[in-house]
């Protein structure tokens, strides 16, 4: 079933222009008229306290208003499945991150000296700066201070901001947690060590542990041959036995499960949480050289499944999606019923930057991405076949590298790829699925 609903408990009073802001979708990919005529009925029934259902499927879209027992169909009912209210301010119709529960860690800003003029990375909604902590214990620690730029931003944009830092914080604190009882313990090497919040003279920060590295982005970036973007790579990744007479194809192959081993893994324990990242991509994804690791970095987009707060779910974000749009989901939003496959498949259009060199290139990846969907129903299989008998409008470059790379000797890595990819949730490999099949490969794997 391909249809997302969303049950919302709306006052009747509430401006119906809110009701088209709380759709799980973008205002633009909503039938318009249809919320036309929820407004209309919503306005004749003022006294009484009604509900807005909405179902919406990739090509039909239908409405239902609901006031007690009274149900007014406009378009053909279709079945849905409920969605969670999103965290929002129902008086206000934005998102409250008041609601979000207090700091559980938290440290004096006083015991860093923060460097402003020395950015480590920006974005739409926070600035990290280098810090070093300057008090024991650990006085000297190298630190990475996030911090909203007030300064900067103004209205919706400055309260968006805030509330992508109070779920970053949240996130970050239920990781730390996790990783102190010991449910997860795998996570302390698979994140960044996280050390607190807090607050001087109206400034928020979230302080890390510095990660010594660079991200996976930045070593797509180098402009380097295949064979130095492997062995660079490879020796971040503490890689020692990858040597260049082995081949760039069994180079890459390498590389290529033991990065998608410790992003599945650490998928794996955010599924353990009830938490989905949804925003995983090479840019959050940062190679620490002196761990040898991977790191997932960027939790301010994550949705907790399973800690429901004044019937919200924590971070389920209604009125905006993930940031990048070419990692996302088919889906999109997050589908109730396999919520940690969204994960999953923004994770192997990530690996498959990594084995197809071609994708590498940001153009030739958004071009292969739009194609890759629209024409072939994001099926791996379909678009190789599709390719080879010169039917398909883009080929990136070195596509039979990144396929040989794939398919291996016997086709399996190629297989869990194409899992992982699925464009149904429902269909999709799970990440303990995905991490069981590629336990089996790895298994088969010469070292």
């Not at 239908?62 to 009912?77: A, D, T």
């Not at 970053?168 to 730390?176: F, G, K, S, T």
Request: hydrophobic share 40%; net charge positive.
């Amino acid at each position: 079933m391909d249809g997302i609903s969303l049950l919302l408990g709306v006052s009747s009073s509430r401006p119906a222009s809110r009701l088209a802001e709380a759709h799980p979708f973008h205002r633009r990919r909503c039938a318009r008229g249809s919320f036309d005529l929820a407004e209309r009925f919503v306005r004749r029934n003022r006294s009484l306290r009604s509900h807005l259902r909405v179902f919406n499927r990739h090509q039909t879209r239908m409405v239902f208003v609901h006031c007690g027992n009274l149900w007014r169909r406009r378009i053909r009912p279709c079945r849905g499945v409920g969605v969670r209210v999103p965290l929002r301010s129902q008086a206000s119709g934005l998102r409250d991150y008041s609601l979000v529960p207090p700091p559980r860690y938290t440290v004096s800003p006083l015991d860093f000296v923060v460097h402003r003029s020395r950015v480590i990375g920006f974005g739409s909604f926070g600035t990290v700066y280098e810090a070093n902590k300057a008090v024991a214990p650990e006085e000297g620690l190298l630190v990475a201070a996030k911090t909203v730029p007030k300064e900067r931003l103004s209205g919706m944009q400055l309260h968006d901001a805030l509330y992508y830092f109070a779920i970053e914080r949240y996130a970050n604190d239920q990781v730390r947690a996790a990783i102190e009882s010991g449910d997860a313990k795998s996570l302390a090497r698979h994140v960044a060590r996280y050390l607190g919040y807090g607050e001087h003279a109206g400034q928020e920060w979230l302080f890390f542990e510095r990660v010594p590295g660079a991200t996976l982005e930045h070593y797509f970036d180098s402009g380097s041959d295949d064979a130095a973007f492997a062995l660079a790579l490879g020796q971040a990744l503490g890689l020692v036995e990858l040597d260049v007479r082995d081949g760039v194809v069994d180079l890459l192959r390498r590389l290529f499960l033991r990065i998608a081993y410790d992003t599945l893994q650490t998928l794996v324990s955010f599924a353990q949480l009830g938490m989905v990242h949804r925003d995983m991509k090479p840019l959050n994804w940062i190679v620490d050289d002196r761990a040898h690791t991977l790191r997932i970095l960027d939790l301010g987009s994550s949705a907790f499944l399973s800690t429901p707060r004044y019937g919200a779910v924590i971070g389920y974000n209604a009125r905006w999606g993930p940031a990048d749009t070419d990692y996302v989901a088919p889906e999109s939003f997050i589908d109730p019923r396999f919520p940690y496959q969204f994960d999953v498949y923004s994770c192997a259009m990530s690996l498959l930057r990594l084995a197809i060199p071609g994708l590498r290139n940001p153009a030739q990846f958004r071009t292969f991405v739009e194609e890759f969907r629209n024409m072939h129903r994001s099926d791996l299989a379909l678009y190789a076949s599709r390719a080879f008998a010169g039917n398909a409008a883009f080929i990136p470059d070195h596509l039979v590298t990144g396929l040989i790379v794939l398919k291996g000797e016997d086709g399996r890595l190629f297989e869990l790829v194409r899992g992982m990819l699925r464009e149904s949730p429902q269909d999709r490999l799970s990440p303990e699925e995905a991490l069981v099949e590629l336990d089996k490969i790895k298994a088969r794997t010469p070292a």
